[in-house]
């Protein structure tokens, strides 16, 4: 008749909730030292080899010899390093350099020319078989280049990086307006010559300046109006010419030939009438910039006035600067390129995170982490948050620590970085913590598939790493990198890409030679990581629920 | 006086039975023969894919271009040089294999000796087919005699040098990887440290624009350095002869083996 009382334990219920799960792995993950250890490790090597890259981006040499003993120590343009950026109305670095024959104008006006023929010269190395790279001075070729450029152009004034607003006919881009560096909209399509001339007709109404194209000089077409903010009442307005250096990349085993060639574009206008108060009776010729490219002896600029027609020649480019090797302004790095090292680091982390997995297999722990959260898939789940967020704080550090870093160091070494604007270092920073974190998580997924650690590594490595280096060294040659860096989850290191492509210039916009130029665009490059991350999740969900442990 | 004699005995024959103990080791595993058949397939797959997207273009070395498939292929060859010694540390073996054969560097030297071996043979057949590769697809991209490139062949002294110097450069990776792996023991942070260092070398260099320190970091880094050994044009240019490259390799190898000798030595397994 006695009762038998149920037993029970006086030990309270343990939780098993999802935020227990995740406080178990975030467990895990902080008390194993060599994990730990791993991630600082991630920190130090891509600080440590960003400031490397800004300590050989001085000029060494020139750096080690000390005029007077002990006086401070010069870097820059007077240790013959690169000559110093130019800046445009936006604050980014720009090349602005042509030939200009110009009057002033006073107040509101226009000026309307009618262009007849553009031709250029090449004088270089052009790409043929069994020459050597580099400028040599001995032939003169025919070298209209898709973005040779004359025709008329109103400027704020004759400084460097001034604001303007042209009209242009181009090599092979038809007729253009174009202004501050940057503004580029089509106009008329086609080549120009004397059987098929183009009018071109600018206008100034205060602030603003409308550009005009026509074929016959009766029927116009407005191409664009753009706003010049704080344009003074006399601007200097006429003719100009100027044509891009040529750039042609070859690539092969390990290291990239870059053929550079000056090229000059000689336009003829006639018809040239103006509009409003010019006070000046003659024109004026002169060459505007001129030290960022080196002008070939071979090409003769300046212009010629006959019987109302003109034939200006100039070489140069007006255009946005493009920093990396074989481009415009060389030797000024932007920020995103002391991040190389992201690479280094994120070696330590794929190993952390395969471990992560893989050492649950190996040691049996999986056993007993299965035991308490049977659920699979949510163990999974609580493994990649812990792990993602791991990685994305040492990625947020490597990359913050870098950047702040690199910046400090070059201002105190004299070395003047590429400029890019703030939002653009957010998206490097913030780029390249998600790029360690997917990555992480990729890593695994594949440790959930293969269990071993050697071989989750190696997969990992072999898919992100291994095509970023042939890449980056012109390993292989271009076509094949491109299309590397559009699949492979290197894509993902699109994030790191400082200065974006100007359709407007032609330059050597490649991943290889340290210019890091990628195919995609960031964020569609970081997609495809995420992808193959998604994908590598979902199969590693599927097996951790269909095999035995 | 028989143990003494048996303990003599087994001595004097420690080395044929320690390699073929390993060599048992070695070949019953199926991840080598995966891993080999990897190398080759990864090195000649991407020779070929090279050598088909290039057209002719001044300062293009046929024979680099054809052998490009290497720097993919040395990642593989790597991972098997690491997992010979590392499979064992994971999985405990290692404490039998000590027990057996207390000699350790003689383990070391055996595991070297047979790695080095069959990762010379898979290179040996994965630097032939990208010859084979080239030789076959880069006529067609103007490789030509009209151009000045003669068909590649083995009966060349360059050729034949950037040929060898190949096979025998994969084989100083797997003793570079073993020697790595036998010092930190763990797979994985064996194989994230011989990636990074036959990787790192060449990207910091590629994109350090100052040209001496480009030059100092390709001179002294294992697989920039190693790979002077396939220049067949331009040799004069390099930063050191073919031979020295593959000499600082030597050095990398030698350097790795004797710290992973003197860690296996020194510290309990």
Not at chain 1, 154 to 168: C, F, H, N, T, V
Not at chain 1, 450 to 477: K, N
Not at chain 1, 500 to 526: D, E, I, K, M, S
Request: aromatic letters at 8%; one cysteine or more; proline letters at 5%.
């Amino acid at each position: 008749m006695t009762t038998i009382t149920k037993y029970r334990s006086p030990v309270q219920d343990g939780r098993d909730g999802f935020p227990q799960l995740l406080h178990a792995e975030w467990t895990k993950f902080r008390t194993v030292r060599g994990w730990v250890i791993g991630m600082i490790v991630a920190i130090l090597v891509t600080a440590g080899l960003g400031l490397f890259l800004v300590a050989a981006s001085g000029n060494v040499s020139c750096g080690s010899v000390s005029p007077s003993g002990s006086g401070p120590v010069q870097h820059g343009a007077a240790c013959g390093g690169p000559p110093p950026l130019t800046l445009g109305p936006g604050g980014e670095p720009v090349t602005d350099s042509f030939y200009f024959v110009r009057q002033p104008l006073a107040g509101n006006g226009s000026i309307t020319v009618r262009a007849t023929s553009l031709t250029a010269l090449s004088q270089g190395a052009v790409n043929t078989a069994n020459n050597t790279p580099g400028l040599h001075t001995g032939t003169l070729r025919p070298g209209l280049v898709p973005w040779s450029k004359a025709g008329i152009i109103i400027e704020q004034d004759l400084s460097q990086g001034s604001a303007y607003a042209a009209m242009m006919v181009t090599g092979g881009n038809g007729v253009r307006m174009q202004w501050n560096y940057t503004g580029d909209t089509p106009g008329l399509s086609g080549a120009v010559s004397a059987a098929s001339p183009r009018w071109l007709r600018l206008t100034r109404d205060g602030d603003t300046i409308t550009g005009y194209d026509s074929t016959d000089g009766a029927h116009w077409t407005q191409v664009g109006t753009v706003h010049l903010a704080g344009l003074p009442s006399t601007v200097q307005a006429g003719l100009f010419a100027t044509s891009p250096q040529y750039v042609a990349i070859s690539t092969s085993f390990g290291s990239g030939n870059i053929n550079n060639a000056v090229t000059g574009a000689t336009a003829v206008f006639d018809h040239v009438s103006r509009s409003g108060a010019w006070p000046a009776s003659t024109w004026t010729g002169g060459y505007i910039g001129g030290d960022t490219l080196a002008v070939a002896p071979g090409i003769a600029e300046g212009y010629h006035q006959a019987a109302g027609q003109f034939t200006v020649t100039g070489s140069g480019d007006i255009a946005p600067a493009i920093p990396g090797a074989g481009n415009t302004a060389v030797g000024h790095e932007p920020i995103g390129f002391f991040l190389a090292g992201t690479v280094a680091g994120l070696i330590a982390v794929i190993v952390v995170a395969a471990m992560f997995m893989t050492a649950e297999y190996r040691r049996g722990l999986i056993r007993t982490t299965l035991a308490v959260s049977p659920v699979r898939g949510r163990m999974l789940a609580a493994k990649a948050i812990v792990i993602g967020s791991a990685a994305f704080v040492t990625g947020l550090a490597a990359a913050a620590g870098t950047v702040i870093a690199a910046t400090e160091m070059a201002h105190a070494r004299g070395y003047a970085m590429f400029p890019v604007p703030w939002p653009v270092e957010l998206r490097l920073i913030a780029g390249t913590a998600a790029l360690v974190a997917v990555a992480a998580v990729l890593t695994l997924d594949v440790g959930t598939m293969v269990r071993r650690s050697a071989a989750a590594v190696m997969i990992v490595i072999v898919t992100i790493l291994v095509p970023y280096f042939l890449t980056f060294t012109a390993a292989v040659p271009a076509a094949i990198g491109e299309w590397l860096l559009r699949i492979t989850p290197a894509a993902a290191f699109a994030v790191q890409q400082s200065t974006p492509q100007y359709q407007q210039v032609q330059a050597a916009y490649t991943g290889g030679l340290g210019n890091g130029f990628f195919p995609l665009a960031p964020w569609a490059g970081f997609a495809v990581l995420c992808g193959w991350a998604a994908v590598a999740l979902a199969a590693a969900a599927y097996l951790l629920r269909r095999r035995d442990a | 006086m028989s143990l003494a004699l048996s303990a003599g005995q087994r001595s004097h024959r420690a080395w044929p039975e320690t390699i073929h103990a390993e060599w048992t080791k070695l070949r019953t595993l199926a991840s080598t023969w995966w891993l080999l058949a990897g190398a080759v397939a990864l090195t000649v797959a991407v020779s070929a894919a090279t050598v088909a997207a290039t057209a002719v273009a001044p300062g293009l070395d046929p024979v680099k271009l054809s052998l490009t498939g290497i720097q993919a292929g040395q990642a593989v060859v790597a991972i098997l040089a690491v997992l010979v010694i590392s499979n064992e540390y994971s999985t405990g073996m290692i404490r039998v294999t000590l027990t057996a054969m207390p000699r350790r560097l003689t383990v070391l030297a055996a595991k070297a000796a047979l790695a080095g071996g069959l990762v010379l043979a898979a290179g040996a057949l994965a630097i032939l087919a990208s010859m084979l590769a080239g030789r076959l697809i880069l006529p067609g991209h103007g490789f030509t005699l009209a151009n000045g490139y003669q068909l590649l062949s083995l009966g060349d002294g360059p050729v034949l040098r950037a040929a060898c110097g190949s096979v025998l450069y994969l084989a100083l990776i797997a003793l570079l990887s073993l020697g790595i792996a036998t010092a930190v023991r763990d797979s994985a942070v064996a194989i994230g440290t011989v990636l990074a260092l036959l990787y790192l070398f060449p990207i910091v260099a590629s994109v350090v624009s100052n040209q001496h320190w480009q030059r100092h970091l390709e001179q002294i880094g294992p697989m920039t350095a190693g790979l002077y050994i396939q220049a067949t044009i331009g040799v004069h240019a390099l930063p050191l002869t073919p031979w020295q490259g593959l000499g600082v390799l030597t050095l990398w190898a030698a350097g790795a083996l004797i710290l992973g000798g003197l860690v296996l030595r020194f510290r309990d397994a």
